[in-house]
């Protein structure tokens, strides 16, 4: 069964910093590209970075460029997102998602992150 | 970027009628046009791509139609599952730069 578990969503202050983890199964994960994506009540779904499978190339939204880094280690199955200098406007549920040809075909059901003092 | 505007924000239709969504792309995408379901309290579904194709396990009745600027999403005879919000997705950007359309919310009438 294809899946994706996101995890490390948390209550975080602004400024501060957080590491959010996709753990993918039932599909060769070194065999695609992966997007993380948010969203918020307000701003709906937003695209944030996506990396290449074998190569690990990266590219960002404008939004989160310089703060949110993508990465993943595909001898565990794992994407990552990790999130710097976080502001109230960074709160949503994150997603990550399988992307195959710039759709994505498959979505975790996602980490809450909230960012508020 | 691009900008995707979805209408109407809402529409409430009764079960086994069809609905026609509109997507309307700020520039031209071409083709590359993607269309997601999302029912409350999950994540979004993949239901098309490339305007008019349907993704693996996509009921019949969904169809996808449009290119350039002005997309549209189909669904015969309604079923109490298809209610929820339906979100258009461009991609026609490199490097990419995905955008969303805001969704339609359709609502059981």
């Known amino acids: 069964q294809i899946q994706l578990v996101e995890s490390g969503g948390d209550l975080v202050k602004p400024g501060g910093s957080l590491r959010l983890s996709c753990v993918a199964s039932g599909f060769t994960f070194s065999d695609y590209y992966m997007s993380w994506v948010r969203q918020t009540p307000g701003k709906g779904l937003e695209w944030l970075a996506y990396?290449?499978?074998?190569?690990?190339?990266?590219y960002y939204a404008d939004s989160v460029k310089g703060r949110f880094t993508v990465s993943r280690d595909n001898a565990k199955n794992s994407l990552f997102l990790e999130m710097n200098n976080l502001r109230a406007e960074d709160t949503a549920v994150y997603y990550c998602?399988?992307?195959?040809?710039?759709?994505?075909?498959?979505w975790g059901k996602g980490t809450t992150v909230t960012v508020s003092s | 970027e691009i900008v995707l505007t979805q209408s109407p924000t809402t529409l409430s239709v009764s079960p086994g009628e069809r609905v026609t969504l509109s997507c309307r792309a700020s520039?031209?995408?071409?083709?590359?046009l993607a269309w997601y379901h999302q029912k409350p309290g999950q994540s979004p579904r993949l239901l098309i791509y490339?305007?008019?194709t349907r993704a693996t396990g996509v009921p019949t009745r969904f169809s996808g139609s449009g290119s350039g600027t002005e997309f549209a999403l189909t669904i015969n005879t309604l079923q109490s599952d298809d209610f929820g919000v339906y979100y258009c997705?461009?991609?026609?950007?490199?490097?990419?730069?995905?955008?969303f359309g805001q969704g339609t919310n359709l609502k059981i009438k």
């Open positions: 998602a399988r992307d195959v040809s710039m759709t994505l075909d498959v």
């Open positions: 997705q461009q991609y026609n950007n490199w490097p990419p730069m995905y955008t």
């Open positions: 990396i290449t499978g074998t190569h690990h190339n990266t």
């Open positions: 520039q031209s995408v071409s083709g590359d």
């Open positions: 490339g305007a008019s």
